[in-house]
């Protein structure tokens, strides 16, 4: 009888075990995936700063005559504007709206203002890279199946990609 008792023991040591586990592999992952959502926010803050920058970088040239042509300027500063205050749902068009805008009309050369516009559309393309990178590690996390079943990304939204086209203005390569 005393050897049933022992081996009770020691499966009912084992189940403690496991579940010590389960509950600890379960708070890790709670924990990592509250971290890949603050990182969403701090990398969706940042994109945001960037996307600013270069709206700001585009309206100065626009305003600034330097770009010769009265209809570009126009065309580039209605685009910069429409991407300070867009509906949620079209943020993202209006910075593709922007980029096409910059594309159609030439920029000069050289010069402080396009080396700015150059700097900022570099800076973009870096900030929606590591945005998509962080919302793509978050969305992995948050699609594994233990996750779901446990619910562990609480009452946090899902984030979302950042798709634009951000490619840097044709006139402004090598400005820096």
Known sequence: MSEG???AAVLAGAAVLMALVGVAWLAWTANRLDKLHLRCAAAKATLDEAAIRRSLAA???AASGDLGDPASA???SD???ATQEPAPADR???ESDLTAALLLVELPDSGPR???LADAARRLMIARRIHNDVVASTLA???RRRVRWFRLAGGATAPSMA???DREPTGTQGSC
């Open 114 to 116: 396009v080396a700015s």
């Open 79 to 81: 685009a910069a504007t």
């Open 92 to 94: 993202w068009r209006a």
């Open 59 to 61: 309206q100065e040239i």
């Open 74 to 76: 126009l065309l580039v």
């Open 5 to 7: 008792v022992a081996l």
């Open 141 to 143: 996390l948050r699609g």
């Open 163 to 165: 798709v634009f086209d």
